[in-house]
């Protein structure tokens, strides 16, 4: 089994700044992809920010140049660095992890979210 946390959420004021951290666990033998989805209230979950096991990165418009997602592959721990938050960047953030355990199964593992709000 795989276990996925996240960590980092908080309360911060227009144009602060939060890191928020996810750590996968358990039964691992290849980690592929990693990323962070969001989902405001009354709004369907939508992508943030995903990066692939060999670095490569892809980020939802409305967080370019704000957001820098990275990842510590010996921890198999991914990171999003959120930059001049906005109040529109409130949300359940959720991280998911793409593994293959060492049963050889291969599928997508997710944490229970982390609320990041932002406001004055």
């Known amino acids: 089994q795989v276990q996925v946390v996240e960590s980092g959420g908080g309360l911060v004021q227009p144009g602060g700044s939060l890191r928020l951290s996810c750590a996968a666990s358990?039964?691992?033998?290849?980690?592929?992809?990693m990323g962070w989805y969001r989902q405001a209230p009354g709004k369907q979950r939508e992508l943030v920010a995903i990066?692939?096991?060999?670095?490569?990165?892809e980020y939802a418009d409305s967080v370019k140049g704000r957001f820098t997602i990275s990842r510590d592959n010996a921890k198999n721990t991914v990171y999003l660095q959120m930059n001049t938050l906005k109040p529109e960047d409130t949300a359940v953030y959720y991280c998911?992890?793409?593994?293959?355990?060492?049963?050889?199964?291969?599928?997508?593992?997710w944490g229970q979210g982390t609320q990041v709000t932002v406001s004055s």
């Open positions: 358990g039964n691992i033998f290849y980690m592929y992809g």
């Open positions: 998911y992890a793409e593994c293959q355990t060492i049963l050889r199964t291969r599928a997508d593992y």
């Open positions: 990066i692939t096991s060999g670095g490569g990165t």
